[in-house]
């Protein structure tokens, strides 16, 4: 298998174009199939997640083809399985998110338990609590999930804990269901906002309301539709830390603000630089980093996805920053490297009064071995190694580490990275990094 062999030192300097969001990419392309005629989505990121699916939704014989460099085009018209093998769908964790359109055209869909990034058991609880309120069955069988219905019927339901996947499952379910469909404690990420307008293109009637409530008011039918993509607001994150943790000047194009916000504030608070344009946002180094506390929280909060990357950054700061994780039970696993790259951090579990209102993940599930919170004695002088990557954003973070790092690094298991990031070793190299994947 290949590895990526990184010399640290060098600041990154440059301008990079972020594609289309990987947590919307996906998703849009099943809930593509919820329609009658062909769909085209546009400005794709060329990553491994969606070649997945893309296998995916050519082996359930609907129709699905690049058109250009940025695009792809599906036609769910010569859809005709409502199975997906294992082989198959335990190679990410979108295979769930396929039951909705196989409910929807066939009354039945068996999927695989959905595979992916190990950070922390997913909670498909709440999944499949909202199918059945909406009229389906869904049963483990042979490690499947077999879900049938008579037709789904529009219902209220209100999720017990924010759940993203969750809400964009729900929604693609209630689109064709007959009635009005409430979804409460509705989750609010921009991707969500994406698939939302995507339906709507094609015909749905989905609007958010106060207070964490979406409304679908379920139609007959869909039709295909050509949507943009929004940008990738974890890429941006990953160069903007990568660009200030070495001391360097980027520009990253496209970046949305608003889809920042949370992470803007943190880097105002550690007295990072950053400048909003029409072409994007700027990120830059302007002077000794200084330590801040960051806690992970539901949309509009701090992302989860951020804080790997964000820990990096802290080991470069003056003092000792505080990370608390509350989205993921296990979202630590790059401390162990960090630590063997020079920075001094301690794993513990902090004081928390109501931890089942805290914490969004199921605290009965939670594993007596991991540790909720973080903290980083900075700044630390990295020293490179070899390392493994476990997960997409541990890679990025193993990456940027060593970027920072005395020496030569050897990274292995890039496959995870090469599932979220497009060509990152090229576009870090254009930028002046000493990357080589080998």
């Not at 329609?35 to 794709?44: D, H, I, M, P």
């Not at 129709?63 to 082989?87: C, M, N, Q, W, Y």
């Amino acid at each position: 298998m290949p590895s990526f062999h990184v010399t640290g030192g060098t600041p990154l300097h440059g301008s990079v174009r972020i594609g289309g969001a990987k947590n919307a990419s996906y998703k849009l392309m099943i809930a593509s199939l919820l329609a009658e005629s062909e769909s085209r989505l546009l400005n794709f990121s060329q990553i491994a997640d969606v070649a997945l699916v893309s296998k995916i939704i050519a082996y359930l014989g609907a129709g699905v083809s690049r058109a250009g460099e940025r695009a792809i085009f599906i036609d769910p018209s010569s859809l005709t399985k409502h199975t997906i093998d294992k082989e198959h769908g335990e190679q990410g964790r979108f295979s769930t998110m396929f039951i909705p359109p196989l409910l929807a055209k066939f009354g039945k869909a068996i999927v695989p338990v959905p595979g992916g990034d190990k950070i922390g058991k997913r909670p498909l609880d709440r999944h499949w609590d909202g199918l059945r309120a909406l009229g389906a069955e869904v049963e483990y069988k042979d490690g499947m999930f077999v879900a049938t219905t008579k037709g789904l019927v529009g219902a209220t339901y209100r999720f017990p804990k924010n759940t993203h996947t969750g809400t964009e499952t729900l929604i693609m379910a209630a689109v064709l269901a007959k009635g009005k469909t409430i979804l409460e404690n509705a989750a609010m990420e921009p991707e969500i906002d994406d698939l939302i307008d995507y339906l709507n293109g094609m015909g749905a009637r989905v609007r958010r309301r106060a207070h964490r409530v979406i409304e679908i008011d379920g139609v007959e039918k869909l039709h295909g539709a050509i949507h943009r993509l929004i940008p990738d607001r974890n890429e941006a994150v990953s160069y903007a830390c990568a660009a200030i943790a070495t001391k360097g000047d980027v520009i990253i194009e496209n970046a949305r603000h608003e889809h920042l916000t949370s992470f803007l504030e943190k880097l105002e608070e550690i007295g990072a630089g950053y400048e909003v344009g029409n072409y994007g946002i700027r990120f830059f180094y302007k002077g000794p980093l200084q330590a801040a506390d960051v806690t992970t929280e539901i949309e509009p909060g701090f992302m989860t996805d951020w804080q790997p990357l964000w820990a990096t950054l802290a080991s470069q700061c003056e003092g000792v920053s505080v990370i608390h994780e509350t989205i993921m039970a296990n979202r630590f696993q790059y401390v162990s490297e960090l630590q063997a790259m020079g920075t001094t951090i301690e794993l513990y579990n902090p004081e928390v009064a109501h931890p089942e209102k805290i914490y969004n993940f199921d605290i009965e599930n939670d594993s007596p071995e991991y540790r909720h919170a973080i903290k980083i004695h900075g700044p630390a002088k990295l020293k490179a190694g070899s390392f493994t990557v476990k997960d997409l954003r541990h890679g990025a973070t193993l990456i940027m580490a060593a970027m920072i790092a005395d020496g030569t690094s050897i990274i292995s298991g890039i496959e995870h990275v090469d599932r979220g990031y497009e060509s990152l070793d090229e576009r870090l190299r254009s930028m002046g990094a000493n990357i080589v994947r080998k």
